[in-house]
């Protein structure tokens, strides 16, 4: 039976176990540092599934030992953003928590796949992978997913269509210098660009690179979960089923797009190994200078959290 692990049960974490448990992938087990809070949260979503007749259990908990044997461990922990933060405000506290819980993942999970949502995404990937000693395979992102049905949600409500008309990706960094694949996107199988104005295009990309801030801006006392949590979902629902998706996902580019030893989104074959490779999109000029400075703050941003470790 496969077994589903989630680290952290706030808002993108139980609602990654709720989504996950009405999919029926797995067997879930929902932590916590507050117990209390992941074994509510854990009954609440059993009884939830029994209402709706879905035949599993979330298990909630505050000790690692439940999680043993986990086929994938997903990482949310750590803090959210709150108005006025950026994803890399959370640089250093969040690298402390993924650092930590990962290790513990490892002591119990050796041969699982870690799944990160913690933010900045990109970085905490990085520091998993580094923390596990997990192969490449086994350790992603999840960032271009949100990013790339945000961008398909703002593209509907410019047309006035169904979301599910239009195909569109978002590579790069998880953050403001995300790279939406304007010339990648279609409604149809029609560009976009032949159905709205440059202007109006530009102005949807700019909402894209800032979608999480608005939401947080809104919500004024946390940041977005629905949204992730559906994102996550789906990439975990293309591991346990073997779907073999292409999913914009952060992994380790090793010479792939030009770019060695860095955490990036890029498109990635989804299947019951992980990434199952790294799929090769042709970038037009501008998506390509686009890309290297999002591959560059990346890199900034990792090279700041060596400041801090020092």
């Given at each position: 039976?496969?077994?589903?692990?989630?680290?952290?049960?706030?808002?993108?974490?139980?609602?990654?176990?709720?989504?996950?448990?009405?999919?029926?992938?797995?067997?879930?087990?929902?932590?916590?540092?507050?117990?209390?809070?992941?074994?509510?949260?854990?009954?609440?979503?059993?009884?939830?599934?029994?209402?709706?007749?879905?035949?599993?259990v979330v298990k909630g908990?505050?000790?690692?030992?439940?999680?043993?044997?986990?086929?994938?461990?997903?990482?949310?922990?750590?803090?959210?953003?709150?108005?006025?933060?950026?994803?890399?405000?959370?640089?250093?506290?969040?690298?402390?928590?993924?650092r930590s819980v990962t290790?513990?993942?490892?002591?119990?999970?050796?041969?699982?796949?870690?799944?990160?949502?913690?933010?900045?995404?990109?970085?905490?990937?990085?520091?998993?992978?580094?923390?596990?000693?997990?192969?490449?395979?086994?350790?992603?992102?999840?960032?271009?997913?949100?990013?790339?049905?945000?961008?398909?949600?703002?593209?509907?409500?410019?047309?006035?269509?169904?979301?599910?008309?239009?195909?569109?990706?978002?590579?790069?960094?998880?953050?403001?210098?995300?790279?939406?694949?304007?010339?990648?996107?279609?409604?149809?199988?029609?560009?976009?660009?032949?159905?709205?104005?440059?202007?109006?295009?530009?102005?949807?990309?700019?909402?894209?690179?800032?979608?999480?801030?608005?939401?947080?801006?809104?919500?004024?006392?946390?940041?977005a979960y629905y949204a992730?949590?559906?994102?996550?979902?789906?990439?975990?629902?293309?591991?346990?089923?073997?779907?073999?998706?292409?999913?914009?996902?952060?992994?380790?580019?090793?010479?792939?797009?030009?770019?060695?030893?860095?955490?990036?989104?890029?498109?990635?074959?989804?299947?019951?190994?992980?990434?199952?490779?790294?799929?090769?999109?042709?970038?037009?000029?501008?998506?390509?200078?686009?890309?290297?400075?999002?591959?560059?703050?990346?890199?900034?941003?990792?090279?700041?959290?060596?400041?801090?470790?020092?």
């Amino acid at each position: 039976m496969l077994k589903l692990s989630i680290i952290g049960a706030g808002n993108v974490g139980s609602h990654i176990a709720v989504y996950a448990a009405g999919k029926d992938l797995a067997d879930i087990v929902l932590l916590d540092k507050d117990e209390g809070k992941a074994r509510g949260t854990g009954l609440d979503i059993t009884q939830a599934m029994a209402m709706a007749n879905v035949d599993r259990v979330v298990k909630g908990t505050g000790d690692y030992a439940d999680t043993a044997g986990s086929d994938i461990v997903v990482i949310t922990a750590g803090l959210a953003r709150k108005p006025g933060m950026s994803r890399d405000d959370l640089l250093g506290v969040n690298a402390e928590i993924v650092r930590s819980v990962t290790r513990e993942v490892v002591k119990h999970s050796p041969d699982c796949i870690l799944v990160v949502v913690t933010n900045p995404i990109n970085t905490m990937a990085q520091l998993a992978f580094e923390e596990s000693g997990f192969p490449r395979e086994r350790v992603i992102g999840v960032a271009g997913v949100l990013d790339s049905a945000r961008f398909k949600a703002f593209i509907a409500a410019e047309l006035a269509i169904g979301a599910s008309r239009i195909q569109t990706m978002v590579l790069g960094d998880h953050g403001a210098q995300m790279v939406p694949l304007v010339d990648h996107c279609t409604v149809d199988g029609v560009p976009i660009r032949e159905k709205i104005p440059e202007e109006r295009i530009q102005a949807i990309v700019d909402r894209v690179q800032h979608g999480g801030s608005e939401i947080v801006k809104l919500l004024r006392t946390g940041s977005a979960y629905y949204a992730p949590g559906t994102a996550t979902v789906e990439l975990l629902d293309a591991i346990l089923n073997d779907h073999q998706h292409t999913l914009p996902c952060a992994v380790l580019l090793k010479g792939e797009y030009g770019v060695d030893g860095l955490f990036v989104g890029v498109p990635v074959l989804i299947g019951r190994n992980g990434m199952e490779e790294v799929v090769d999109v042709h970038l037009t000029e501008a998506e390509t200078r686009a890309f290297q400075l999002s591959v560059e703050h990346i890199r900034e941003r990792l090279e700041q959290l060596a400041t801090m470790a020092v």
